[in-house]
């Protein structure tokens, strides 16, 4: 069992830029592949990035690619999203997802994921 909580959410202006956190507790954070998913209202969940339990390997979603960055501190069990260049369609809540792998593995499908945080507020203001 795995237990996400996110922070670092707020309200931005655009071109303005937010690091949102996502801390996890209980069975080693290492043995997880990590993602990032957002929600924007009236929207499907979309998905954002995505890291190995390494941190070796990372996707991003074309849309925020150039703008966002994933990456994680195992020693810490943390995962973090640095997004730059922010922009008001970036408007949604995000959250975090676990799930346990091997390998360089990361998904880009939530199906995957098996452990979901519950969201932080992320507002791109014109």
């Known amino acids: 069992q795995v237990q996400l909580v996110e922070s670092g959410g707020g309200l931005v202006q655009a071109g303005g830029s937010l690091r949102l956190s996502c801390a996890a507790s209980?069975?080693?954070?290492?043995?997880?592949?990590m993602g990032w998913f957002r929600q924007a209202p009236g929207k499907e969940r979309e998905f954002v990035a995505a890291i190995s339990w390494s941190g070796r390997s990372a996707y991003l979603v074309n849309s925020v690619k150039g703008r966002f960055a994933i990456s994680r501190d195992n020693a810490k069990s943390t995962l973090y999203l640095q997004m730059n260049s922010l922009k008001p369609e970036d408007t949604a809540v995000y959250c975090c997802?676990?799930?346990?792998?091997?390998?360089?593995?990361?998904?880009?499908?939530?199906?995957?994921?098996?452990?979901w945080g519950q969201g932080t507020q992320v507002t791109v203001s014109s």
């Open positions: 997802a676990a799930t346990a792998t091997s390998g360089e593995r990361f998904f880009t499908n939530a199906g995957n994921y098996a452990y």
């Open positions: 209980g069975r080693s954070f290492s043995n997880y592949a």
